[in-house]
């Protein structure tokens, strides 16, 4: 099991700030992750960058149990 981590929309949108997900790679988990949290997750992370242990992956990566995949959606502010 992985643990994902899920900040401001991605966060908002799946309810939860984190949750352990099976996958073989990193896109295996996202794809877990929209399955369980529907349309609005799915579109908020269509817009986000997603980590891995800290560093910028793509959804190829392989995971091992322990790993943490983090969904970082753009922020905007400011006036």
């Given at each position: 099991m992985v643990t994902l981590r899920l900040f401001a929309q991605a966060r908002e949108a799946?309810?939860?700030r984190s949750v352990?997900?099976?996958g073989e790679?990193?896109?295996?988990?996202?794809?877990?992750a929209c399955h369980r949290f529907g349309a609005t997750f799915t579109a908020v992370?269509?817009?986000?960058?997603?980590?891995l242990n800290?560093?910028?992956?793509d959804r190829t990566q392989p995971v091992t149990?322990?790993?943490?995949?983090?969904?970082?959606?753009?922020v905007s502010g400011g006036a």
């Open positions: 799946a309810g939860t352990e997900l099976p790679t990193v896109g295996d988990v996202l794809d877990e992370l269509d817009g986000s960058k997603v980590w800290g560093s910028p992956v149990t322990g790993d943490e995949v983090a969904v970082l959606p753009p």
